[in-house]
């Protein structure tokens, strides 16, 4: 069966520093990954997709980028984090566009 | 691109009452519309979903109706239980990502 990992679970980080948050699909061959960021008290802003290794598409204009350096990994970055940055980050996989998404557990990042 | 609207954001019932939240999409090539359950610091899961071809789908207490015409589906819980109370998320699916509405925060008071 399909399983995904995201971590870390929590994560306190001062501003201006660097971030890395990773994702890993098991069970499953090129998969579409996405990562979603959720405000407190909202709803799921898609921040980033791909649909194969090296092929990553950016939904919003914002200090962070992603990468898919796998067929299964997909990780989140940022160079310099602002406090903008705080949130609940959610990776999540498909089998292809327009089916069920399957979301890890989410890192719930600080920024202070 | 797709732009998907919630409503209600809070929604309190009582216990055995039904529940209905609904959605409106703008993108007319979306067709895959699912709901999701998010409880408090979990994960978002999928609790059921529609495709464009069909006008309502059942599951049990748990049933999303689909007006393809006016861009709008919803979603109703009847026999609602303590249990229900989460956050709910509709979303619509087009070229791309699926993307969500606002949630709707949903307590049922017992």
């Known amino acids: 069966s399909q399983t995904i990992h995201q971590w870390p679970a929590t994560l306190v980080q001062p501003v201006g520093s660097p971030l890395s948050l990773e994702c890993t699909v098991e069970?499953?061959?090129?998969?579409?990954l996405y990562w979603y960021r959720q405000a407190a008290g909202r709803g799921l802003q898609l921040l980033f997709y791909s649909v194969g290794i090296g092929q990553i598409s950016s939904e919003v204009p914002q200090n962070l980028s992603a990468s898919r350096p796998q067929d299964r990994q997909f990780i989140l970055s940022s160079k310099k984090l602002l406090l903008s940055d705080s949130g609940f980050y959610l990776c999540?996989?498909?089998?292809?566009?327009?089916?069920?998404?399957?979301f890890g557990q989410g890192t719930r990042l600080t920024v202070v | 691109g797709e732009n998907v609207e919630q409503h209600p954001s809070t929604l309190s019932v009582q216990e055995g009452d039904s529940a209905v939240i609904k959605c409106t999409y703008s993108?007319?090539?979306?067709?895959?519309f699912p709901w999701y359950k998010q409880e408090l610091g979990k994960r978002p899961q999928l609790i059921i979903d529609i495709r464009s071809n069909v006008g309502e789908k059942k599951d049990q207490r748990i049933a999303v109706t689909l007006n393809k015409t006016a861009k709008h589906f919803s979603l109703h819980i009847t026999e609602t239980q303590p249990e229900d109370s989460a956050v709910y998320f509709c979303a619509a699916s087009s070229r791309r990502a699926l993307t969500f509405g606002s949630g709707t925060r949903l307590q049922v008071q017992p």
């Open positions: 069970g499953t061959s090129n998969p579409n």
């Open positions: 999540a996989w498909s089998t292809v566009m327009n089916t069920e998404a399957f």
């Open positions: 993108d007319s090539a979306s067709n895959y």
